[in-house]
């Protein structure tokens, strides 16, 4: 299933901080740590809390988009969660609080990953049996199963019903645990004949961008990637040039939650013979750059064009998605985008874990801005329901067929 994380993680720019961190020793207004009452070990924690926590604190106070914080007083953050974060007994109790601390900005872009999140961050891949998980009539449906994943192998299904894992019954929420590769979990399915199946799933690293394509009916094409990398966009632009003479394409960008804002603006001039305004992005100091599509390599697809969309298509598969729909190069079909449309700077901290800051905040061409309200689809579809994942029937697909066939 996908990692429960901010759809921010997402669009980061080509030139994230991922080599060192800050340059300067970073300080913030947090209460320094009176380590000698402490033993040896635990005041080796609290000084590698503080030196986290001031690193994280630093980038938003020099980066961050907005200067008044949203409103938020951030020097006083500080003084309220550095001590908490100091006293952190292991790294996911600092996480938590840091996080915390980073959503009373209440973006969806500024956060901070564990170690181990950040290195899935930086590979572009994630240790799971290949299974996303939907909350749904009150049950954990799985709603999509990676071909490349144990789960699919053992035949898991769309449709069946996550009843337990390791023994335990997943409640109400429900996040991927810590699982490293060769992991074997149990999981248990309920299936819809009424089967319980009960099967043992090895971990093991997934990419996390999903690349597919096929044929559809009259020489239509469906292309499937589920992240903005620079592998990614390649890929597509391989697929378009490969059906160049398609009639028309559906882009699948459903389970597509962003990546390089570079990447986006290749992907958006795969679809047009010359470069088209994109974005205009703003800054700190008020300062706005516009952007346009880049052109090199392009593909140049002139065919018909839809768009499938939901509430996890987020950050740059929303600009893909507006800037087709406002240069009427596509129809949007599906569900509202997640509204997750910031540009954020990516540092590396102290302990090998990864801070994310919205350093720019984004408006579309059309002077829309879709942090925190998505982009509505030209054609509605509701999601699918439990018995059409059962069924393999596919609404908002069939209303995309149903587009591109259409005179």
Not at 11 to 30: E, I, K, M
Not at 91 to 116: F, V, W
Not at 351 to 377: A, C, F, H, N, W
Request: hydrophobic content about 40%; charged content about 20%; proline content about 6%.
């Amino acid at each position: 299933m996908n990692f429960p994380r901010r759809a921010a993680l997402a669009l980061a720019w080509v030139l994230a901080l991922f080599g060192g961190g800050c340059t300067a020793v970073p300080v913030s207004p947090a209460p320094r740590v009176d380590v000698t009452a402490l033993s040896k070990t635990d005041a080796e924690r609290a000084q590698a809390n503080l030196r986290v926590f001031d690193t994280v604190w630093d980038t938003v106070h020099r980066k961050y988009y907005d200067p008044t914080f949203n409103g938020l007083d951030w020097a006083e953050t500080a003084r309220t969660y550095g001590p908490r974060a100091t006293s952190a007994p292991d790294s996911h109790a600092l996480y938590d609080t840091l996080n915390e601390m980073l959503g009373k900005l209440a973006d969806s872009h500024t956060a901070a990953l564990e170690p181990r999140d950040a290195n899935e961050e930086r590979t572009g891949q994630r240790a799971v049996v290949g299974l996303r998980l939907r909350r749904a009539d009150g049950h954990w449906i799985v709603d999509d199963v990676d071909p490349g994943g144990t789960a699919a192998r053992a035949g898991v299904r769309p449709g069946w019903i996550a009843v337990r894992r390791d023994g335990v019954e997943l409640g109400e929420r429900y996040s991927r645990p810590n699982q490293l590769p060769g992991q074997v979990v149990r999981w248990e399915f309920l299936t819809p004949d009424g089967r319980t199946v009960v099967l043992d799933l090895k971990v093991q690293p997934l990419p996390i961008a999903r690349l597919e394509t096929h044929d559809l009916p009259g020489g239509l094409v469906y292309i499937r990637f589920d992240g903005f990398t620079l592998t990614a966009t390649r890929w597509l632009s391989q697929q378009l040039e490969q059906h160049h003479a398609a009639p028309g394409v559906v882009l699948d960008l459903r389970h597509n939650s962003g990546g390089l804002i570079f990447s986006a603006l290749s992907a958006v001039g795969e679809f047009f013979p010359q470069a088209v305004p994109v974005i205009v992005t703003l800054d700190q100091k008020g300062d706005r750059t516009r952007w346009a599509s880049f052109q090199l390599g392009s593909a140049h697809y002139a065919g018909r064009l839809v768009v499938l969309t939901s509430g996890q298509t987020a950050s740059a598969a929303e600009i893909l998605s507006a800037a087709l729909q406002e240069n009427g190069r596509a129809k949007i079909v599906g569900r509202r985008t997640a509204g997750a449309l910031l540009a954020a700077v990516q540092a590396s901290l102290p302990d090998k874990g990864l801070v994310q800051v919205s350093e720019y905040d984004v408006i579309t061409m059309r002077g829309k801005r879709l942090e925190g309200v998505g982009l509505e689809p030209d054609l509605t579809v509701p999601v699918r329901t439990a018995d059409q994942l059962r069924a393999d029937e596919d609404p908002e697909l069939a209303a995309a067929l149903t587009l591109l066939s259409s005179p």
